[in-house]
Structures are given as C-alpha cells and as structure tokens.
C-alpha cells in the first residue's frame, strides 16, 4: 500500500495551495494518508490547512501543532514528527512531501533522501521568488489569483515608476492591516520582528520581500535586538 505523508509548515504556506497539492498528487497517481501541519499560532494557519485538508481528502489523518510564537519553532516541531521516518527503514512505497522553503526542511528533506526516503519539498509559487536549490526533486504550486469583475473597465495605465510606487504601497498597506489583524501587541508596544516576518511568509513573501515590505512601513521603529526585536507601528 503506498502511503504519502505530507508535512506542512503552516507559518509560511497558505491553505490555498489545496487544490493545486491535490492536482499534484493526483497526478503522480498518489493521495494523501497522512498530514502533519505546524504553525506557530499567529491567525488561524493551522486550522485553516487542517480544513482543507479534510475537505480535499476524506480519510486523511490530520495531526495539528500550534507550536509556541517564536522563530522556526514550528520547524522544530516537524523535525521531531519527521524523526520517526529519518530512522526507521526506507520503504519504496511511501513518499514523504515537506511543504515549505526554509532551510531546516530543506535540509531535513535532503537528509531524508541521503537515508534512502523518497522526499521532496513543494512550496506556493510568488512573485519575484528566486528558485529553490535542493538535493530533491522541488513542486513549485500556483495560488489561486483574484479575477476581475465581468464587465468592469479596465484601469488607467500609469507610469511606469508611478505603477511601481503604487504596487509598492498597496502591498505595505495589505501587510500593516494582515500584521495588525493577526497579531496581538506585546507588553513593550510594537510587535515580535520574527512573528512579523511569519506573519508576511503566510502571504507568499520571500525573504527579500519581506524585508522590503518592513523597510516601506511608514513611521516603522525597532526596539530590541535578537530574539527581543520589535517592530513597533
């Protein structure tokens, strides 16, 4: 019986992606039996996949972790869920999938390849993300986008440098209200900087949009080194 166990990081991996996974998988001639998502708690992430999940596949086991709000500690959790399979006999039937970039589970899915695992990492596709270089096979999945109302007229062209100051500004104004919404402020003002960057990896950001997007945020100031960053907003 071939099984394939999916390992979700919920902190920068969006529930969207369902129906292009379930395309994916459908069309290797393969289904989910298990999933095993984390997340950090900021927003609903978790049980947002756990019903996707449930929904897309019937049957599916769902195992979810909210995981402490701090940087990579939803990797953390999966690295343990993951141990069981790193250590146990390589089994030709069952494919492990990591959905995620960051550099932790992309070297847990590369380590599961060096044991004999069959792994592979899959992640959202995004604008201006740079191309993902790992030892194991890598699915880019495309996010539903947003399509224009029948019969609406078509926006005026601007500039160009006035389009890009204005595409600049709207996606700013879109994360400072996501931020907002998402996260409660802490007992010193502003908010954690690595809960921030969390927060703007759940929307499809890489690293260096990310960065962008906090530098854009206006009257932005930092408290706070290492760990006890703010961003205060």
Known sequence: MTQTILFIDADNQPP?????????????????????VAGNGVGDKVRGWESAL???????????????????????????ELAPYYHGEPDPSRLVMLLSRDDLLIAAAECLA??????????ASASGT???????????????QP??????????????????AQIDARLVAKAVATIRKALNP????????????QVLAQLGH????????????????????????????
């Open 130 to 144: 740079e191309p993902l270089a790992a030892e194991v096979p890598v699915v880019v999945l495309s996010s539903p």
């Open 147 to 164: 399509t224009p109302a029948a019969n609406s007229a078509p926006p005026a062209t601007p500039s160009k440098d006035a389009a890009q």
């Open 186 to 197: 802490n007992k010193q003002g502003g908010y954690a900087a690595s809960a921030v960057g």
């Open 16 to 36: 969207a992606l369902m129906p292009a996974l379930s395309r994916f998988l459908a069309s290797i001639g393969r289904k989910g039996t298990r999933a095993v």
């Open 114 to 123: 060096a044991r004999g695992h069959n792994s592979l990492l899959a992640f």
């Open 54 to 80: 449930e929904a897309a596949m019937p049957g599916i086991e769902v195992c979810c972790h909210v995981a402490p709000v701090r940087k990579q500690s939803a990797d953390a959790r999966l690295l343990f």
């Open 206 to 233: 890489d690293k260096a949009s990310r960065a962008k997007i906090i530098k854009s945020i206006p009257n932005l100031r930092e408290a706070g080194a290492g760990p006890e960053k703010r961003l205060i907003f």
